[in-house]
């Protein structure tokens, strides 16, 4: 492992936030998301998912969109094993040791994965998402105008919140933001209060 937050989600407590984010309401509330944000990109062939877990994003996304190819990059080894039962490729891998070959992908996402991810390490896997996106990017992360550390379940340096899409798309300046809408935990289909960015890169 490169970072203390890998080694920290590749463990025990990785296992342990398997177990709680799961059940029928959570995918419920992703059902909900994809179905709005697929309304704005319109059909897919192929999904990227960087930090998978143990797939509630892919279930959902199975439902939205049956025919879009999933790959999904998992660190934890007990999710990549549950990862392993759904209709998906998966990558048993850190995101930040993963190389993409080439733009294979239609839509690149993250969704609660990059608050997870050292800040010094944000600039390669945001390298890696645009590098594997034939056409759209998606964050949904926690946002706050300025980056900020927030203790997690009584550990720090474990949980971030920054503005990733502006950063993204200061490096990426290919790519241009198209949509972007907040989820918030009183809402219907409600989630964690976290806002999604989907980004796109022109065709022309």
């Known amino acids: 492992m490169t970072t203390p ?4 989600w590749s463990g025990d407590f990785g296992d342990e936030y398997s177990a709680r984010n799961t059940g029928a309401e959570m995918l419920a509330g992703n059902i909900s998301l994809f179905s709005e944000i697929f309304g704005r990109t319109g059909p897919l062939e192929s999904v990227l ?18 025919s879009a190819a999933i790959t999904a ?3 934890n080894a007990a999710a990549a094993t549950e990862l392993a039962k759904l209709d998906c490729e998966v990558i048993e891998e850190s995101i930040l040791e ?7 992908y239609d839509f690149v996402f993250t969704k609660g994965v990059l608050i997870h991810i ?8 945001y390298e890696k998402m645009a590098a594997s996106s034939r056409r759209f990017v998606m964050m949904a992360e926690y946002y706050n105008p300025s980056p900020v550390a927030i203790d997690y ?3 720090s340096e474990r949980l971030f919140k920054r503005d990733f899409a502006g950063e993204f798309l200061d490096r990426h300046q290919d790519f241009r933001l198209i949509d972007y809408g907040f989820r918030y935990h009183r809402g219907t289909f409600s989630q964690d209060d976290f806002t999604w960015f989907l980004m796109e890169r022109p065709s022309n």
Do not use: C, Y
């Open 118 to 125: 050292a800040p010094d390490a944000l600039p390669k896997v």
């Open 5 to 8: 937050q890998e080694q920290f």
């Open 73 to 75: 990059v998992e660190i």
């Open 153 to 155: 379940r009584g550990h």
């Open 98 to 104: 993963w190389t993409p070959s080439a733009a294979n």
């Open 49 to 66: 998912e960087l930090g998978a877990n143990i797939g509630m994003n892919v279930q959902a996304i199975g439902l939205v969109a049956p």
